[in-house]
């Protein structure tokens, strides 16, 4: 972060200064108390169990420069405390003016699955040419995104952040906030849809991050783009969906569309596996051949993805099919782990119904030796869709086996993929077994498993299902 003072801070979210030196600098922002340190500016969030006013007092000791507050009775004998009428909304507003301050190309990635993965790897092919900042750990939401802003400074020349909604209205704040005059769609599938009640809505809310999207990126760069995921429906829900209307300098010209089917512009042909990944053959602008470290036809699309944004900032296809080789998954997003003999792999970051189903068809791409075994958690937030949803991983299940990719056995973990387990024992031979908790199924997977065997472990983050990955 580039050092601002306490003065910039009430101008930028029209706060009125409290106590405190007005030019005393700020060095980091932070809304957990436990990471302030000397200069520090602690943004208190009020959450549904804890206020974290109630830290001020503590903070100021530990050498914070200055807090906000939404009480206008805060006063504190050393530091600077600044009244706001919300803390989050001011510090949403104070990133957006900090990021303001550089002109630098900003890429956002949103979609219903696939944006930490697609953001790692356009972030590792941009790396071959630029200093890149990307989104870390997890800081995709509300006020990750914000304090993301804060990391941007002199040495940075591009910035890749992750953009996750739950809820109507977040994306045109996160928007507001990164300003990203490229971005990039992953997919749109039902994650979420308990809130947001459709997928033509889901589009519509992810697509508000179309409004910066065509302006100049940055340094006199040329427009920016909106790169959507072309495979399936997604073209037609996109153009039907997207709001260009509200976009400043963008339309559905400036769209293109990446995938694994003829008619996207960027686009990956002759995909096969090989022993530790898939390899694909890009078609963009340039061609070239591609090899992964990662399995599933949903990585050749993210990767399409970071070729194409490559291509746009003067990256070659060659180049960028390098630094992709050398992508590996991070922990429970993919990540192989062999123990005992079997292998698991570690995918519990988060699900959605599309996520569970590209999952189980990559599991056969591991080897053709051992057992195929599945252990699926309920994917939640699916609202009054919950059964129908679950069922719906049940059939593609069904499917599969009917093509030849027939799993040795299903392991459920709560009441909703319980319907998965119902769905398939309903219409299969395949065995099932359905737990009322991940200790259950570690210890009932334990007993299953054999040497060459290969294990998918899956469920929305809120199951835990990174405790069955422990007990294995």
Not at 37 to 49: A, C, M, Q, T, Y
Not at 114 to 143: F, P
Not at 211 to 223: M, N, W
Not at 464 to 471: A, F, L, Q, T
Request: glycine content about 10%; charged content about 25%; overall charge negative.
């Amino acid at each position: 972060m580039v050092p601002i003072c306490v003065r910039d801070v009430a101008e930028a979210t029209g706060g009125a200064l409290l106590c405190g030196d007005a030019d005393a600098e700020i060095i980091n922002v932070v809304t957990d108390s436990r990471q302030v340190k000397d200069g520090s500016l602690f943004v208190p969030i009020i959450g549904e169990r804890v206020d974290a006013h109630r830290f001020i007092p503590d903070v100021m000791k530990m050498g914070a420069a200055a807090a906000l507050t939404s009480n206008q009775d805060t006063v504190t004998e050393r530091g600077a405390c600044i009244y706001v009428k919300d803390t989050l909304a001011a510090l949403q507003k104070l990133a957006g003016w900090y990021r303001s301050r550089f002109d630098i190309p900003v890429i956002g990635v949103t979609g219903s699955v696939g944006k930490t993965t697609t953001k790692e790897m356009i972030a590792a092919v941009l790396q071959k040419k630029y200093n890149v900042l990307k989104t870390i750990g997890n800081q995709n939401s509300q006020i990750g995104v914000a304090l993301m802003m804060f990391h941007i400074d002199d040495q940075t020349e591009l910035a890749v952040f992750e953009m996750g909604i739950s809820m109507p209205g977040e994306m045109a704040r996160l928007v507001e906030i990164a300003k990203p005059q490229t971005a990039v769609m992953t997919n749109i599938g039902v994650s979420h849809i308990g809130n947001l009640g459709s997928r033509k809505a889901i589009m519509a809310e992810k697509g508000n991050i179309i409004k910066y999207v065509g302006s100049e990126c940055g340094g006199g760069r040329k427009k920016g783009r909106l790169y959507v995921c072309g495979n399936g429906d997604l073209k037609q829900l996109s153009r039907e969906n997207i709001p260009y209307d509200m976009a400043d300098s963008a339309g559905p010209e400036e769209t293109a569309y990446y995938g694994t089917e003829k008619d996207c512009a960027y686009r990956a042909e002759g995909i096969g596996v090989t022993e530790r990944g898939q390899r694909f053959t890009y078609h963009g602008n340039d061609c070239c051949e591609v090899n992964l470290s990662v399995m599933g036809a949903h990585n050749v699309c993210n990767a399409v993805a970071a070729l194409a944004i490559g291509e746009q900032f003067g990256i070659k296809a060659a180049e960028a099919a390098e630094a992709l080789a050398k992508y590996r998954p991070f922990t429970m997003r993919g990540e192989r782990i062999d123990r005992h003999g079997y292998h698991i792999i570690d995918d519990t970051y988060n699900a959605s119904p599309d996520s569970i189903n590209s999952n189980i068809d990559a599991l056969f791409d591991y080897g053709e030796a051992g057992n195929k075994i599945a252990v699926i958690g309920d994917v939640l937030e699916l609202g009054e869709r919950m059964e129908k949803e679950h069922r719906g991983i049940g059939d593609f299940i069904l499917a599969e086996a009917a093509k030849g990719k027939k799993l040795s056995y299903v392991v459920t973990v709560g009441e909703g993929a319980a319907y998965i387990a119902e769905q398939v024992e309903a219409h299969s031979d395949i065995p099932v077994h359905a737990c009322a908790d991940t200790k259950e199924a570690a210890e009932f997977v334990k007993l299953l498993a054999q040497p060459g065997d290969w294990i998918l472990v899956k469920g929305s983050r809120g199951m835990h299902m990174d405790e069955v990955v422990k007990g294995l």
